[in-house]
Every structure is written in C-alpha cells, then in structure tokens.
C-alpha cells in the first residue's frame, strides 16, 4: 500500500495526505511522553548517570519520576498543541509526497516503484519537503518540551510572538539544516527497510493469512524505525540543541547550558565536553519512540489507506446503493 503501484491503486494523492495526516495524530497521541524524555536527555549536558551529582536526569524510570513529581503528568504533554501540528502537517505532506514521487518515477524511468532504493530516494526527499512546511512547528514544540516550571511560554501565540519580536524569524528555521541532514537519511532509511522487511515477511508469511497483516505492517514498521534511528541519531542530538539556540534562559533549572555557533560548533563543543558518548544521549527513549512512532505511523496510514480503497470498492458501493 505504500508507495505507488500501477496495478493496485486505489488511493488518490489527496487521500494519501489525509492518511497521513490521520496516522500522524493518532500516533502523536500515544507517543508523547517518550518524546519529552528523549528531548530532556538531548538537551542535557550533564552525564546522564546517577553517579554524577549534577545531572538532573538519570535514567528513563528516575527522569519520568521526576518530571511527574514536579511538574506533574501534563508535563509528558508539553507542546502537545505544536506537536500535533506538525505531526499532522508532516504526515500528510510526507506521504502525499511520497506518493507523489514513486508515481513519478513509474512515469518517467524504468525503474520498479517497488525497488528499496526507489524508496529510499523517495522517501528522503518527501520528508525534506514536510521538515521544511512544518519546521516552524518543530522548533515551538522543542522549546516546549523543554521548558521547565515557570514557564516562559504559557501558550502557543505567546510563543510565537515572544520568539519573532525577541529573535526575528530567522529563530523559526533554527537547526534547518542539521535537520535536513538528518532526516533524509533517517526517513529514506525508514521507507528502505520497511520495503523490505514487508517483501522478507511475504516469504515468512502465508498469504492467505490476511488477519495478520495489519501486525506484520506495525512490526516491519517498529523495525525500520530502531534500525534508521540507531544509524542517524546523532545528528538528531544536533538538531534539538541548535533550536533551542536563543532559549537558554530557560534551561538554567536543567543544569549547564551552551550556545553553539552552527552546525559545526554544537558538533565541536559535544565532543570536547561530553565525548562521542554526548551524541548518542537520550538514545533509549529514542529507540523506543522510533519503535512505537514508525510502527504506529505505518500501521495507520496502511489502515486508513485500507478503509478508504474498502469504502471505493464495489461491493461497498452496492451495499450503500441497497
């Protein structure tokens, strides 16, 4: 289903993006908590161990204790307003994109729109375009996520504002390009193997057995992402530090906190204060989102993509005709 195919299309661009869309918010839904972890264990500088006196967050199990004893559960939902946003934009952008673009490819070469390197092209560059729609949105949900009690953004057009009068807009496109960076890869990795995952698990798997395919879809997904994310994630780490650029002011109850000239800089000063070990921080929480968001997203837009061809197909339309 993802992915353009001649012989079995039944999903239009704009359905596509509405899929998208829907498996990004759903998903988001599920997997904020782990997104705060991870942003918290990105932006901090300190060892994240318990044998470093300073470090305010340990271990997954110790940071959620904490972050619920003093700021309560909502905190697991910081930024979840921008967040939502730019799941449901990216998603619907991405895939519509992508969708786009693997039906370009059947139309203008002679390369196989279910090849894994097709995908791979495909998907790197329908991410880039949905990363530079929507990170305006990535950037408020960063500073979201990562502000501590009292907030220094109460809501959403505070932020906005408060950010464009004191920063400019440049601030809005902070970490554009370690992001760009990052997500081609990451993305394009990610519609790599989940293609191939789902042609090894056709060898695995009857085909007669249709009730498992909605598992099998969130299973090749939850291990496309680990393997995507473990191979980019440090320039994820990149990323989360050059946006909350400017934002400083507000990290100071998390402990130390750094300004980083560039892309070049934040990479610098990482490995000079906190070793190649800095650039993998917050790498479980990651894992197990990358795990449960890939999976999720994958799972829904096949799902939502089912619904629709179901609703479109004879036997639905004579049904609504009787």
Request: proline residues 5%; aromatic residues 12%; hydrophobic residues 45%.
């Amino acid at each position: 289903m993802v992915g353009y195919d001649p012989e079995a299309r039944c999903v239009s661009t704009a359905e596509a993006a509405a899929a998208g869309s829907a498996s990004g918010l759903v998903t988001r839904v599920l997997v904020s908590p782990l997104d705060v972890l991870k942003i918290r264990f990105q932006l901090q500088i300190e060892q994240l161990s318990s044998r470093n006196p300073t470090a305010k967050y340990h271990s997954i199990l110790q940071a959620a204790q904490r972050i619920f004893r003093e700021e309560g559960l909502t905190a697991f939902w910081k930024g979840h307003v921008p967040a939502q946003f730019l799941s449901v934009g990216f998603g619907a952008v991405q895939f519509m994109a992508f969708e786009s673009l693997t039906e370009l490819v059947h139309d203008v070469t002679s390369l196989h729109t279910r090849d894994s390197f097709v995908h791979f092209v495909c998907g790197g560059l329908a991410a880039c375009t949905a990363t530079v729609a929507v990170q305006p949105v990535d950037i408020l949900r960063t500073r979201f996520a990562a502000q501590g009690e009292p907030k220094i953004y109460p809501n959403l057009r505070h932020a906005v504002v408060t950010m464009y009068q004191t920063e400019g807009p440049r601030t809005f496109y902070r970490g554009l390009t370690p992001t760009l960076v990052a997500i081609f890869p990451y993305a394009g990795l990610q519609f790599f193997f989940y293609n191939i995952l789902q042609q090894f698990s056709k060898w695995v798997i009857p085909a007669e057995a249709k009730n498992g395919a909605s598992v099998k879809n969130l299973v090749c997904g939850s291990c496309a992402g680990v393997i995507s994310k473990s191979l980019t994630y440090p320039l994820d780490v990149v990323k989360k530090r050059l946006q909350v650029g400017g934002f400083e002011h507000a990290r100071a109850a998390f402990g130390q906190v750094r300004t980083y000239g560039g892309l070049l800089d934040c990479m610098r000063q990482i490995m000079r204060e906190e070793g190649p070990g800095g650039f993998f921080k917050g790498l479980s929480p990651s894992l197990l989102k990358a795990a449960f968001s890939t999976g999720l997203i994958f799972f829904w837009y096949e799902l939502f993509c089912g619904l629709l061809c179901a609703m479109k197909s004879p036997e639905s339309t004579k049904r609504k005709e009787g």
